[in-house]
């Protein structure tokens, strides 16, 4: 074929596959990139007195996502409504385990950051606004077929299925879409037996920019600061691990008795509950694809791996996930090789598989070992989160972990903190 459609189809145009895009459109500009997306694109804009109401949800961004935002020239809009953490406390309930991280120790202003879903969507969209990045939406990708050019990818518009020519087809749609199977990817999933439970809460005490990982008989919890960033605020966003017994009790009851059991669960470490707001929830399940790639598609975010949320650990994967993919894009054409090329995306499985294993081990030790009730297990858990507070090594190397910082070069020359020496990816 003398002409491809484009290079690269990216099935998925939510915060992963748009995240992607944009990183092509920077690091690649003469790439051609087309995005298909289920839903109409938002035609919102972007006004200067954006508020995001109560129950808008949030993700927790590793200090090293900061750095790759930074890198794409996002993160000065993206900061707009993304608030700092400063501390985390991870602490077992009813014993007297307990850690501390702060970012100060670590000389950053913040070890992370609770970011809008809805802002983060919005300026990755007004920013690709300004690429040659074209999209097809409300669509979606029925099914691909290897070709000696690279893949046929069937793509439907309304009651029309066409065939597009590319090199590479990057899914990025979600591990729910069901175009993984259909593809012939065989993902693993292990039932964690119970439910997340999401929403923003409101406390009497100021959280101070300090998240809290609290470890519990009936499973973890994580609280997440959350309001403005400038200034300490009331609202946290909440992720509570719940059976489904206790999932479903607690949706009967109404607010007050929905904060009072929280409070029993939590304590009293950030004052009373006032509020809680709208409820979302699902089941827990870590899911993993041991081969995501083949010739001619890649998967990335959460069509590769879906990790429990209490971690925060699953987008800020993604996102290293994707830099890694954009950076062996970079050099099969400094090469001359097809992006599609089963080489090619063998070296980005290759490249990602230490950081993909590493971070799935400690999202779900932390599940595996701090959702365990019995005595000598707690005792054990005790020990070792007062051995993390008082070992500065063993401490900074959970810190770094969860900081997301390790050995990833900048993509693109003197963009953001990079530049100054740090680096985001693998430990």
Not at 57 to 78: K, M, N, P, Q, V
Not at 129 to 145: D, I
Not at 269 to 284: A, I, K, N
Request: aromatic share 8%; proline share 5%.
């Amino acid at each position: 074929m003398d002409r491809l459609d484009t290079d690269v189809i990216i099935a998925g145009g939510g915060l992963a596959g748009a995240t992607l895009a944009l990183a092509l459109s920077r690091v690649l500009p003469s790439l051609k990139v087309t995005v298909v997306e289920a839903f109409p694109l938002s035609t919102d804009a972007l006004p200067e007195d954006y508020q995001p109401s109560y129950d808008a949800r949030s993700t927790a961004l590793a200090w090293g996502s900061r750095l790759i935002f930074e890198e794409l020239g996002l993160w000065d809009r993206l900061s707009e409504h993304a608030t700092p953490i400063r501390r985390i406390h991870v602490s077992d309930r009813g014993r007297f385990g307990a850690t501390r991280l702060s970012a100060e120790d670590h000389g950053q202003p913040a070890l992370g950051y609770v970011a809008d879903n809805r802002w983060m969507g919005l300026s990755l969209m007004r920013e690709l606004q300004t690429t040659a990045v074209q999209w097809k939406a409300p669509a979606e990708v029925l099914g691909m077929t290897p070709q000696p050019y690279g893949v046929s990818v069937a793509v439907k518009t309304g009651d029309k299925v066409a065939q597009m020519s590319a090199q590479c087809l990057v899914v990025a749609d979600g591990g729910r879409s069901g175009l993984r199977e259909s593809l012939g990817f065989q993902a693993r999933h292990e039932d964690y037996g119970q439910n997340a439970l999401i929403a923003n809460v409101s406390t009497s005490d100021s959280h101070q920019f300090t998240a809290f990982e609290r470890f519990t008989d009936a499973g973890p919890m994580a609280l997440l600061p959350g309001g403005a960033p400038d200034r300490p605020g009331n609202q946290s966003a909440l992720v509570w691990t719940l059976t489904d017994q206790a999932l479903q009790a607690l949706i009967k009851l109404d607010s007050e008795g929905r904060c009072q059991r929280l409070q029993d669960r939590f304590g009293w470490r950030l004052g009373r509950f006032t509020r809680m707001g709208e409820l979302s929830h699902y089941p827990l399940k870590l899911t993993t694809v041991a081969e995501p790639v083949r010739p001619g598609v890649a998967l990335v975010g959460n069509a590769a791996h879906t990790l429990h949320p209490v971690a925060g650990q699953g987008f800020n994967l993604a996102l290293r996930g994707l830099m890694t993919l954009v950076e062996q894009f970079r050099s099969a054409i400094q090469q001359g090789r097809s992006l599609g090329d089963l080489g090619v995306l063998g070296g980005y499985q290759q490249a990602h598989q230490q950081d993909w294993q590493q971070t799935v081990r400690f999202s779900d030790s932390l599940i595996r070992i701090f959702g365990q009730a019995p005595a000598p297990l707690a005792a054990a858990r005790d020990a070792g989160l007062v051995g993390l507070d008082l070992l500065p090594g063993a401490k900074r190397w959970f810190a770094r972990r969860a900081m997301g910082i390790g050995g990833r070069k900048p993509l693109i020359s003197g963009q953001g903190a990079f530049a100054e020496g740090e680096s985001a990816g693998n430990e």
